[in-house]
């Protein structure tokens, strides 16, 4: 209202004339307003895709009124060459069987005057009914649009990947677990909290004093044990190295709840916690899984990202795999081993011999055959990494696909060195509805006249990503010169690589609004997320 009176004279002309029971700030008139806002948006949204095609990246949760809802977002490119991820709408939805799905979507695309024939890709979780290969939502899209490919989350396939390691490697399960106990311990209350923070600020007062840590801008900022996500595994990423910079601070919270704690169970827990995180297994657990979630941390971001395209997220998988196998070498264990020992040392934890013969704790008295860098190296490390190779190979699977790897084509990387015609004629048989036989046969030359003319052109040897590729091409409009190139670089950059513009919508920081139905819910986070631009632009 204040930026209307700014802008609009007779607006603050007729504000300052107004009675004080007219002000237009009843829930009604606000509400009325916001649906205005978020019309003239979605319609600036529609205007944008026009006759154009877009992937539909969808995800369902229960708000905080325990009403299942259904948040939809589209990717397109822009008229720029630049990819966009637009929030279109929540629709609460009674049921969550795919046929119902089905039917929200067609109602919600019939009021925003888009066709499902539009539709080049679905971005979807794992879940059955959006996923099913024969009746989930995927499959009913599919059905009436057979260039609507499905591509399953990656950001949700690489958290099922290092779930994997904790359900299928009892040790690494066990270390969470008491993780996830040191939580509720160290922050049951605020007086806890303090005391946290508290030794933390002391500790590092001594270590600036002996100089073994750097002062300067942003070091040695505030740190907390920050609470991981179950639907977000690599959030265990930040507990852990929380952890190992606070460990003399937590274990000094233990020991005054052991003492003096209030509650029995809190103190028989801070005693257990005591034992476990002062042994060298909880040590090497501890480091072994901050050198692994560190790779998985950083491809998690990455696959996040909106503007990340498919080729590229292959290219990121694939190297995040590389690096994991680099480990499983001497050189991957000495390092962990020296991060061990160091830690150990530096808080007097018993260090073991790794030429001792190995004990096992449940059966003590049974010899085992191995000495202790068999177990932890053999048994523990590389059963992990192996773990993680296999899970890897079987979650990311569509790098075989035909579809995926005809796309790599695309890649401008290393000058241009993927292109192959073949490969790009054959990606754009998988599209019927964007190229017919006509167009087919003039692809064939445009592709040839296009690699010519691209490797002549200095301006795009340093590319590196498709999508850079496409707005180079629009800025030097040589998308005019070659437009069906430009369309099959369309429809690559158009599949969706993970749901996270989607999953946001349903956050903690968001998830405590009781999200209503159409169109109140769009308007609400539609201002949020896109009216100041809206509104600078038509300014």
Request: hydrophobic share 40%.
């Amino acid at each position: 209202m204040d930026y209307s009176i700014k802008q609009n004279d007779v607006v603050a002309k007729a504000f300052k004339n107004a009675p004080n029971n007219n002000q237009m700030l009843s829930p009604k008139i606000q509400r009325d307003i916001t649906e205005c806002f978020a019309k003239e948006v979605l319609g600036h949204v529609m205007k944008e895709i026009g006759n154009g095609v877009f992937s539909l990246l969808v995800d369902e949760c229960r708000d905080v009124s325990d009403k299942e809802q259904m948040a939809v977002v589209l990717r397109y490119l822009d008229k720029c060459g630049l990819v966009q991820e637009k929030f279109v709408g929540v629709v609460h939805v009674e049921e969550t069987t795919s046929s119902y799905l089905k039917s929200c979507i067609d109602l919600l695309f019939s009021q925003l005057g888009l066709n499902l024939e539009q539709v080049r890709g679905q971005g979807y979780d794992g879940a059955s009914n959006m996923s099913g290969e024969f009746n989930g939502l995927q499959a009913k899209i599919m059905n009436e649009n057979k260039s609507a490919y499905y591509v399953h989350c990656f950001a949700h396939k690489l958290n099922l990947v290092v779930v994997a390691i904790a359900k299928k490697i009892f040790e690494v399960g066990d270390f969470f677990d008491m993780v996830s106990v040191l939580l509720n311990v160290v922050g049951a209350s605020c007086k806890r909290k303090d005391q946290l923070r508290e030794h933390h600020q002391e500790e590092v007062r001594k270590a600036i004093g002996c100089g073994e840590i750097a002062t300067g801008t942003g070091l040695n900022q505030e740190l907390s044990l920050q609470r991981p996500g179950d639907t977000r595994w690599n959030s265990h990423y930040k507990t852990l190295l929380g952890l190992s910079k606070m460990f003399s601070s937590v274990v000094k919270v233990l020991e005054y709840v052991e003492k003096d704690g209030t509650d029995t169970g809190k103190r028989r827990q801070a005693r257990g916690l005591l034992k476990y995180f002062q042994t060298f297994d909880s040590a090497f657990f501890l480091h072994m899984m901050m050198m692994i979630l560190a790779l998985t941390n950083g491809l998690s971001k990455t696959l996040q990202r909106k503007d990340k395209d498919i080729v590229n997220a292959i290219s990121d998988v694939e190297s995040t795999k590389r690096e994991l196998e680099k480990l499983r070498t001497n050189e991957g264990w000495d390092s962990l081993m020296r991060k061990v020992y160091c830690f150990c040392e530096k808080h007097d934890i018993p260090v073991l011999d790794m030429e001792d013969a190995y004990v096992n704790p449940k059966k003590p008295r049974q010899k085992t055959g191995i000495n202790n860098e068999h177990y932890y190296c053999v048994d523990c490390f590389f059963a992990v990494l192996d773990l993680l190779g296999e899970e890897f190979n079987d979650r990311f699977n569509e790098v075989n696909s035909e579809l995926l790897l005809c796309m790599s084509a695309l890649s401008p990387s290393d000058l241009f060195s993927r292109f192959d015609k073949a490969k790009l004629l054959k990606l754009a048989k998988h599209y019927p509805d964007d190229f017919n036989h006509q167009d087919m046969v003039t692809l064939e030359h445009e592709l040839g006249l296009y690699i010519d003319n691209i490797l002549h052109d200095t301006r795009f040897s340093s590319l590196d990503k498709i999508g850079d590729l496409a707005k180079l091409m629009v800025d030097t409009r040589k998308h005019l010169s070659y437009p069906l190139v430009y369309r099959l670089l369309k429809l690559a950059l158009t599949l969706p690589v993970a749901t996270a513009t989607d999953v946001f919508l349903f956050s903690p920081a968001t998830a405590t609004v009781e999200v209503q139905p159409f169109p109140v819910a769009v308007g609400v986070a539609l201002i949020q997320h896109d009216i100041l631009l809206w509104l600078y632009s038509k300014k």
